[in-house]
């Protein structure tokens, strides 16, 4: 156990719709990384965040937003979602400073299924 | 964007046997990293290396970070079925993760 939480650990949704994945990271940790991993792919960087700001993008559509809490948690808002939005969203966290992202601990993941 | 190559991208062995793989970069990373995922989890940490030249062990498992500090390798002695799953490297900063090396292991 990571101590990194995800929640849904599935979500079934239809096409066009919106989702909003959950996590909460490590506790002391104040850097959150959402990753995308699709079938056969590997892991792909989408947005960090480091105690509450924006600290890093990725990859990252622009239908697909983030914001962490002031309690660190952090959301994945997935809007106008499209079939190949199916993939695996996983959370990390660190203790991480601002720059430094070494040592990064996975959440379990949530399945995304676009219908 | 920095890429990592990492190979090989699978390999099938018998059990018992060592295993080997590696990941290298036209860029030089500060912190080399070892990711074993199983399916349908989230990438478990397994191995970090802060230094240039530095060789650290954990079980079966040794790592080495390049003394170019632009690849690294991953040693898995003595394999047994639970070392199935993927293998990811990682170079940091900012975090970049290899495609996987997919380990399956026969009994």
């Known amino acids: 156990d990571s101590g990194v939480t995800q929640t849904p650990k599935h979500l079934i949704t239809a096409t066009g719709q919106r989702v909003t994945l959950r996590c909460s990271p490590r506790s002391g940790d104040l850097s959150v990384y959402w990753y995308q991993q699709s079938l056969d792919q590997g892991l792909q960087f989408l947005i960090q965040y480091y105690n509450g700001e924006e600290r890093a993008k990725g990859n990252i559509l622009e239908r697909f937003s983030a914001q962490q809490f002031p309690d660190l948690h952090s959301e994945l808002n997935l809007s106008s979602l499209e079939l190949g939005d199916s993939a695996l969203y996983f959370c990390?966290?660190?203790?991480?400073?601002?720059?430094?992202?070494?040592?990064?601990?996975f959440g379990p993941g949530t399945r995304l299924t676009v219908l | 964007g920095q890429q990592l190559n990492q190979s090989p991208q699978s390999m099938f062995i018998q059990e018992g046997e060592d295993v080997s793989m590696n990941c290298t970069s036209s860029s030089i990373f500060n912190t080399w990293l070892w990711y074993k995922q199983d399916p349908g989890e989230g990438p478990v940490l397994l191995i970090a290396l802060y230094k240039a030249g530095e060789l650290t062990s954990n079980g079966r498992l040794t790592a080495q970070f390049g003394i170019t500090r632009k690849d690294s390798f991953l040693n898995i002695s003595a394999s047994i079925p639970s070392d199935v799953g993927i293998y990811f490297c990682?170079?940091?900063?900012?975090?970049?993760f290899g495609k996987g090396t997919r380990l399956s292991v026969i009994a």
């Open positions: 990682a170079g940091s900063t900012p975090l970049v």
């Open positions: 990390a966290s660190s203790v991480g400073s601002p720059i430094e992202s070494h040592e990064q601990f």
